[in-house]
């Protein structure tokens, strides 16, 4: 009877290493996946200490990716040739009246205070209504311009790169988001092939008991996991038929799936219009545009004085004109993030940008397709699969000690 239930044991230990190695293949692929993209800050005291591969990395991944964007995608100047510019300046019509009347105020304050405290008000409607009649073919002029001008006024990299460093959550969701499926499969596969590797192992071990087999095993479950499940995500990447079977790679698979859900992000998360006039107004580029500005708005007075400019004169003085037009050039700069804001709806729709990265992405090679994905791996493959298998060495020096003492 004992030696029954000592058969029995010795029959259940060995039937527990290929479930423990399918253990160990599925977490070190969900370890291996999770230090890929957390924690998103540093934690621990430097040099020693870990922060997720992807944030750690978000400048570098960031521009990875715009430059993926923009060579695959989009080009800024065709999707700024979509903004209509007497559209832009229909859209502001609102915001005209109020400016106008803010800039002649303004500078009359300034210039003499108690003489235009005194001036009627049929003349100083007079001043406001030219300016603000002015204003809508001043704006068309100016947008005419700037959508000549874009590639010099807008650094698509430098707004992409800016954001997502600031907000490596998002650059973790972006990845994290598209290939939802294939992470998952990392997981479960880990579990399978474990277990498979596990059946060969016990026979290994059956035949040749000797103490290192298992740990060696262990470190092989860690590696070969890891590297089969990201060798079956992304290969082959043309479909392939064996025995009646077509195969291709798990995420290229997906491409109509995975092409809405990331143009969706990057139309609502990244590319919306604040961000890019942001931007524009704030960037590396900022002097060219707010240039562009003051030669439109200097020209704009010198056109628009007309009816109102002996007033001013007469107020003021020549000698102050020039003083009076930078008064103005400054209130419409102060102003200009205000007054465009009515302008975003119509630029976002006009623009169209989630249909135009959704139906481009799912129109590109297959090739071209598994770059969305591919540099999450790419970045540190090799340090994500040695990751693994260190685990999996660790698990098998476990496992030893456990199941045979």
């Not at 790679?249 to 006039?277: C, P, W």
Request: hydrophobic share 45%.
């Amino acid at each position: 009877m004992l030696a029954s239930w000592q058969e029995y044991q010795s029959l259940l230990i060995y039937l527990a290493i290929p479930i423990t190695s399918a253990l160990v293949g599925w977490l070190t692929n969900v370890v291996a996946i999770k230090m890929t993209f957390y924690p998103i800050h540093f934690m621990g005291i430097k040099p020693f200490g870990w922060q997720g591969i992807i944030p750690s990395k978000a400048a570098k991944m960031s521009s990875i990716s715009v430059d993926l964007w923009t060579s695959k995608l989009i080009n800024v100047k065709e999707l700024f040739a979509k903004i209509n510019p007497k559209k832009v300046a229909k859209e502001m019509l609102p915001e005209f009246d109020r400016i106008s009347k803010e800039i002649m105020d303004e500078i009359m304050h300034e210039q003499a205070p108690e003489i235009w405290s005194r001036v009627p008000e049929s003349i100083k409607k007079l001043a406001y209504t030219r300016i603000s009649k002015d204003l809508p073919e001043i704006v068309t002029e100016m947008m005419t311009d700037i959508k000549d001008n874009i590639d010099e006024m807008f650094d698509i990299k430098d707004m992409v790169i800016k954001r997502l460093t600031k907000d490596k959550g998002l650059l973790n969701d972006m990845f994290l988001q598209v290939g939802d499926e294939e992470f998952k499969f990392i997981e479960r596969s880990g579990f399978t092939f474990g277990f498979l590797f596990g059946i060969v192992q016990m026979l290994v071990w059956y035949f040749y008991p000797k103490f290192w087999i298992l740990p060696l095993f262990g470190l092989l479950v860690g590696y070969a996991t890891n590297w089969l499940a990201l060798k079956l995500i992304f290969n082959p990447i043309e479909p392939i038929s064996f025995l009646g079977v077509t195969y291709q790679g798990l995420f290229i698979k997906r491409q109509n799936e995975v092409s809405k859900e990331y143009a969706y992000m990057l139309a609502h998360d990244i590319f919306t219009f604040d961000r890019i006039f942001a931007s524009i107004i704030t960037g590396p580029t900022k002097d060219r545009f707010v240039n562009l500005i003051t030669d439109h708005a200097n020209h704009a007075i010198d056109e628009a004085a007309g009816l109102s400019k002996p007033v001013i004169t007469l107020v003021a003085g020549k000698r102050s004109y020039e003083k009076i037009k930078n008064i103005a050039i400054d209130k419409t700069l102060k102003e200009l993030p205000n007054s465009v804001k009515p302008v975003f709806p119509y630029a976002e729709k006009a623009m169209d940008l989630e249909n135009i990265f959704r139906t481009r992405m799912q129109h590109l090679p297959p090739r071209d397709f598994v770059d969305f994905l591919r540099p999450v791996f790419q970045e540190d493959e090799l340090k994500l699969i040695l990751v693994g298998a260190v685990l999996g060495m660790g698990a098998g020096i476990g496992q030893l000690f456990i199941l045979f003492g």
